[in-house]
């Protein structure tokens, strides 16, 4: 094995890692979770710094608090901007998910968020695990 195929499979590793954990974060959000109604409550804009980022530029993202009641207790939560395209203002409802055996741990995840990061992590998955099998073929025919 070469060290390039080292590498190959160790990228493939960590997207296929990155998607299972998300999704099943996600899923189970999804099952577990009790649907209701958030309101916007504030929203800040925060930057992440240059050394954090791939580019080496500041990212300003918007990182949004809502509020939800369970029963008579009300609680909070957030919306990190940088990974949701959504914009919202203070006063908007958002749908979010909250657990019953834990109602203070909740999430805001709609669909084109899981779009936007899992599935790209399980196609470029996907693709190094063909790729790897293809060399190892090709490796074979040749030998």
């Given at each position: 094995?070469?060290?390039?195929?080292?590498?190959?499979?160790?990228?493939?590793?960590?997207?296929?890692?990155?998607?299972?954990?998300?999704?099943?974060?996600?899923?189970?959000?999804?099952?577990?979770?009790?649907?209701?109604?958030?309101?916007?409550?504030?929203?800040?804009?925060?930057?992440?710094?240059?050394?954090?980022?791939?580019?080496?530029?500041?990212?300003?993202?918007?990182?949004?608090?809502?509020?939800?009641?369970?029963?008579?207790?009300?609680?909070?939560?957030?919306?990190?901007?940088?990974?949701?395209?959504?914009?919202?203002?203070?006063?908007?409802?958002?749908?979010?998910?909250?657990?019953?055996?834990?109602?203070?741990?909740?999430?805001?995840?709609?669909?084109?968020?899981f779009m936007q990061f899992e599935i790209p992590f399980?196609?470029?998955?996907?693709?190094?695990?063909?790729?790897?099998?293809?060399?190892?073929?090709?490796?074979?025919?040749?030998?």
């Amino acid at each position: 094995m070469h060290f390039a195929d080292i590498i190959m499979l160790s990228a493939t590793a960590f997207c296929l890692i990155f998607f299972i954990i998300r999704a099943a974060m996600s899923l189970f959000y999804i099952q577990k979770g009790v649907k209701t109604e958030a309101a916007i409550t504030n929203c800040e804009k925060t930057i992440i710094k240059k050394s954090n980022c791939i580019d080496k530029e500041d990212v300003t993202a918007n990182k949004y608090s809502y509020s939800y009641n369970v029963g008579n207790v009300s609680l909070k939560g957030e919306i990190a901007g940088l990974y949701s395209e959504d914009k919202f203002s203070i006063g908007d409802l958002i749908e979010i998910r909250y657990l019953s055996d834990n109602p203070a741990k909740s999430r805001y995840y709609p669909i084109k968020d899981f779009m936007q990061f899992e599935i790209p992590f399980l196609v470029i998955g996907a693709a190094l695990v063909a790729t790897v099998l293809v060399r190892i073929f090709v490796w074979q025919m040749w030998s």
